[in-house]
């Protein structure tokens, strides 16, 4: 079973986040700002990931350590999760069209973190969620897992653009992790480790 549980504590943030990669898309998410809930949802669902968060933080400063800390806490479990890594695909992408918006999301879990950003919004907040805050989050999770992360994003509307982003990236996470039954048991590296 590849499930884990992750608690990070600090002055700032208090989280914990529980995942199975191999889920069916089930979750229960709460950070405390509603728009990141929303996208959190949409990536577990579309990557079929379990998945429950709690996540509290010093949204009275701004929204900066609870969203940069939920990615890297969430990079953490699936790097837990994903133990060796062995038999698993390492890479996967997916375009996912919303609309206006059409996001193109690539990841390759090879030990080396890594974020290429390529998204604009027009405004400041999508519903509660500071679009700046964005990018900060995957760079998170990609520094908690140890992968290169490549987001292009275009659209009209943000709130298709954020939310074209997150289903492109549950889509392509799911590709990266899922076994491949012909690499069974080997090390997806000609390194011999990732």
């Given at each position: ?9 600090t ?43 709690e ?46 918006s059409?996001?193109i ?9 890594y ?46 653009k ?28 000609t390194k011999g480790?990732?």
């Amino acid at each position: 079973m590849r499930i884990a549980e992750v608690d990070r504590k600090t002055k700032e943030t208090q989280i914990t986040i529980r995942i199975n990669i191999d889920g069916e898309g089930d979750y229960s998410v709460s950070t405390q700002i509603g728009f990141l809930d929303h996208m959190l949802e949409s990536f577990s669902k579309h990557g079929l990931f379990d998945l429950k968060i709690e996540a509290e933080g010093d949204l009275k400063v701004d929204q900066h350590h609870t969203i940069e800390d939920t990615g890297l806490v969430l990079g953490q479990a699936f790097k837990e999760a994903l133990g060796k890594k062995k038999g698993i695909n390492r890479t996967g992408y997916f375009a996912f069209p919303m609309d206006d918006s059409l996001s193109i999301i690539s990841v390759d879990i090879g030990g080396r973190p890594y974020l290429q950003f390529n998204a604009k919004f027009r405004r400041r907040f999508c519903g509660e969620l500071d679009t700046d805050m964005i990018e900060q989050f995957f760079a998170g999770f990609a520094i908690g897992l140890g992968c290169n992360i490549t987001i292009n994003a275009k659209g009209k509307d943000d709130h298709h653009k954020i939310e074209s982003i997150f289903k492109a990236f549950g889509k392509a996470m799911r590709m990266a992790c899922t076994l491949d039954s012909r690499a069974a048991g080997k090390m997806p590296s000609t390194k011999g480790m990732i």
